[in-house]
Structures are given as structure tokens and as C-alpha cells.
């Protein structure tokens, strides 16, 4: 399983910002795909994570009601929208991907089998 993300940039608190992950072609049906992220100097965290063949989501508590994900089977793709960034954010946001996990919560709690690259976001005061 490939994994690219894309999305990242330089934007000002406030602000929003997608992050697209585009997965390799092949079904991901029994797949838990999602996000990930890691700030300069902290451990990589969960963020939230998407049940492909249910589209059931689960987040982390402290991007609840900011960000969404969501997927496009016909792209093969994952999306996270982030709303009302601020400068707690920053960090390399990292796509991933787990054939094991039978509900999106698992991400949270078990290793992912894929990664991606990541793709950085930094917010500026």
C-alpha cells in the first residue's frame, strides 16, 4: 500500500486547510485509513480515522468539531478538513493506512500497518 499526502502549507490561525491522501489502486474496503500528526520535539498523535467500507469516523478530543474526514472511493483518496487552525497544529501530518482494524477507533489505540510521508502544516499567530 502506497500512501501520498498532500494539502500542507503556511496558513494564518483562523484559517482552514484540506489534506488529501491518495491511496495506491486496490480496494480498501477492510481498510481503517487516517491521520496522524507530529509537532516539532512531541510524539507522532492520532487524529482521526475513517472505516472505508462504512465511512464510520472517530477523532481525537482535541480536533472535535474542527476537523472532518471524510473519503472518495472513486479516488481512492482521504480527506481531512481542518477548520479554525491555530498555531497548536503545527506539525507534520502524516496519512496511514491498516487492513487489521476492524473499526476506525482501533487507529487510535494500534499501530497502522501503513504509512505515509506526511505532509507539514504550520499556523502562524
Known amino acids: 500500500v502506497q500512501l501520498q499526502a498532500s494539502g500542507g502549507g503556511l496558513v494564518q490561525a483562523g484559517s482552514s486547510l484540506r489534506l488529501s491522501c491518495a491511496a495506491s489502486?486496490?480496494?480498501?474496503?477492510?481498510?481503517?485509513l487516517g491521520w496522524f500528526r507530529q509537532a516539532p520535539g512531541k510524539k507522532r498523535e492520532f487524529v482521526s480515522s475513517?472505516?472505508?467500507?462504512?465511512?464510520?469516523?472517530y477523532y481525537a478530543d482535541f480536533v472535535k468539531g474542527r476537523f472532518t474526514i471524510s473519503r472518495d472511493s472513486s479516488k481512492n483518496t482521504v480527506y481531512l478538513d481542518m477548520n479554525d487552525l491555530q498555531s497548536e497544529d503545527t506539525a507534520r501530518y502524516y496519512c496511514?493506512?491498516?487492513?487489521?482494524?476492524?473499526?476506525?477507533?482501533?487507529?487510535?489505540?494500534?499501530?497502522?500497518?501503513?504509512w505515509g510521508q506526511g505532509t507539514l502544516v504550520t499556523v502562524s499567530s
Open positions: 496511514a493506512a491498516d487492513p487489521w482494524a476492524t473499526n476506525a477507533r482501533q487507529m487510535a489505540t494500534l499501530p497502522p500497518g501503513y
Open positions: 475513517i472505516l472505508w467500507s462504512t465511512s464510520n469516523t
Open positions: 489502486s486496490r480496494t480498501f474496503d477492510n481498510y481503517v
